[in-house]
């Protein structure tokens, strides 16, 4: 079983950037690939990018491609999110999300959930 909590959310102006951090615990986070999705008020979960078990293969949603970026740090039981170029549609609660199978972009390829952090964009 794997823990996973984000952080790092929070109000930014656009234009700007954020770093969102999940911190894993529990067993074999290392194996895990790493996903991340956002839920913007009143729509449904979006992919949002994903990343190997060794970091050796990112995977993007074209809204995002060229200005987010996912990298991991096994030794801290932690997968980063970095947002620059922030738009205001890139408001949502993000999630990072693990699963076993590879990288993917579909909900139901991640088994472990965090709960979630705010990240606000204004104008």
């Known amino acids: 079983q794997v823990q996973l909590v984000e952080s790092g959310g929070g109000l930014v102006q656009a234009g700007g950037s954020l770093r969102l951090s999940c911190a894993a615990s529990?067993?074999?986070?290392?194996?895990?690939?790493v996903g991340w999705f956002r839920q913007p008020p009143g729509k449904e979960r979006e992919f949002v990018g994903t990343?190997?078990?060794?970091?050796?293969?990112?995977y993007y949603a074209d809204s995002v491609k060229g200005r987010f970026a996912i990298s991991r740090d096994n030794a801290k039981n932690t997968v980063y999110l970095q947002m620059n170029s922030l738009k205001p549609e890139d408001t949502a609660v993000y999630y990072c999300?693990?699963?076993?199978?590879?990288?993917?972009?579909?909900?139901?390829?991640?088994?472990?959930w965090g709960q979630g952090t705010q990240v606000t964009v204004s104008s």
């Open positions: 999300a693990g699963g076993r199978i590879g990288v993917s972009a579909s909900i139901s390829a991640y088994n472990y």
């Open positions: 990343i190997s078990w060794n970091g050796g293969s990112t």
């Open positions: 529990g067993r074999t986070f290392s194996g895990y690939a």
